[in-house]
């Protein structure tokens, strides 16, 4: 196939790859956007069906537009499904230039600039901005025996809806938000059990995610000086959430130590058996494409200032997590590093 030569490829469309094409859109240069999944919305219609966001629609807005509210009636925290028809709405609204499904192989240097290798041909460009995410590369935890285990294992991102466990044995390893909705959502069907290697922190009800995302950006920007910053892996409330702690299921307990064919051993020494495992334990990036440069470290990433990658002009990587820029994971984080990483692509281009 013949290359096709552009100033800047974008290597994902959700989110992130949104954000960063909204501003290349105002910054007058070439530019696409490569999508790996057959739909718009990046990795949210992989959500479980009943994944909610923990902060209202306007607390969860990409550049220029807002996300729209709810119609009177509607639930207070947009539904997955919203937040896709958002993003495909976005994407329309902007007329972004996204391929999709293209699949990227490599990230080659070449001259001043790149070759990208992809399922649908190479691309010649002066400039590359990473935008995967972490969806497609779940993390599970090296536990003792695992693989003995006779029931089912299924990672977050591969969980769908509590319908599948009803009567069954679960336990749910691993804290944080998705942990607590998909505590909730099982148990209202099956025997559950909440492993985390910490106790959960449980926000009070009336902290939603807005309230948390502005108390960590004014700490967050106080400096070093500053107390930590609350997390934004600390538990919402979300109504789902209170109902499972009004039915006494929102307790953690330790991790097993190790596996056993029917279940798992906890610290005490006691034996329980169990069905099915989920795994709330988060994700690894997703830069396989960019393993021929050397770049990815044993953890995963990319050594960066901010989000320019520190080894190799010309590339960025957006939306990872705090060390590509602060809350840079979510919907309304996002927009502040997007900006500045085209702010700097203008400086590099020129």
């Known amino acids: 196939m013949d290359s096709q030569t552009i100033d ?59 996300m729209p509210r709810p119609a009177p009636g509607g639930p207070e925290f947009p539904p997955r499904d919203a937040v896709v028809a958002y993003l495909t709405d976005y994407e329309r609204r902007y007329a972004l230039p996204v391929h999709r499904p293209v699949r990227v192989a490599a990230v080659a240097r070449a001259g001043a600039g790149f070759v990208v290798a992809t399922s649908q041909g190479p691309w010649q460009v002066r400039a590359v901005v990473a935008a995967t995410g972490s969806w497609s590369q779940p993390f599970i935890p090296d536990y003792a025996d695992r693989a003995l285990f006779g029931g089912e294992q299924l990672h977050s991102a591969y969980y769908r809806q509590a319908a599948a466990f009803a009567g069954q044995r679960v336990l749910v390893v691993g804290g944080g938000n998705s942990g607590a909705q998909i505590l909730a959502d099982v148990s209202r069907v099956a025997r559950t059990i909440w492993a985390t290697e910490r106790p959960p922190r449980l926000l009070p009800d009336d902290v939603d995610g807005r309230v948390l995302f502005a108390q960590a950006t004014q700490r967050y920007q106080a400096g070093p000086a500053a107390s930590p910053p609350p997390s934004l892996g600390d538990v919402v409330m979300v109504p789902e959430v209170q109902a499972a702690r009004e039915r006494g299921v929102l307790r953690s307990v330790r991790p097993p130590t190790h596996f056993t064919p029917t279940g798992v051993v906890w610290p005490d020494g006691r034996a329980e058996a169990f069905d099915a495992v989920i795994w709330c334990t988060g994700f690894r990036p997703a830069l396989g494409f960019l393993g021929g440069l050397g770049l990815v470290g044993p953890d995963g990433r990319v050594a960066t200032t901010g989000t320019r990658a520190l080894a190799l002009p010309g590339l960025w990587l957006v939306g990872y997590g705090s060390w590509t820029g602060f809350a840079s994971a979510t919907l309304i984080g996002v927009g502040r590093s997007a900006r500045t990483t085209v702010e700097e692509i203008k400086d590099f281009l020129g």
Not at 13 to 41: C, E
């Open 8 to 66: 800047v490829l974008v290597i994902g469309a959700g989110q992130s790859g949104l954000a960063v094409g909204y501003y290349l859109r105002r910054a007058g240069y070439s530019f696409a956007l490569l999508d790996d999944q057959p739909r718009p919305g990046g990795a949210w219609p992989n959500g479980w069906d009943a994944l909610h966001l923990f902060s209202p629609a306007e607390a969860n807005s990409l550049p220029g537009w807002p």
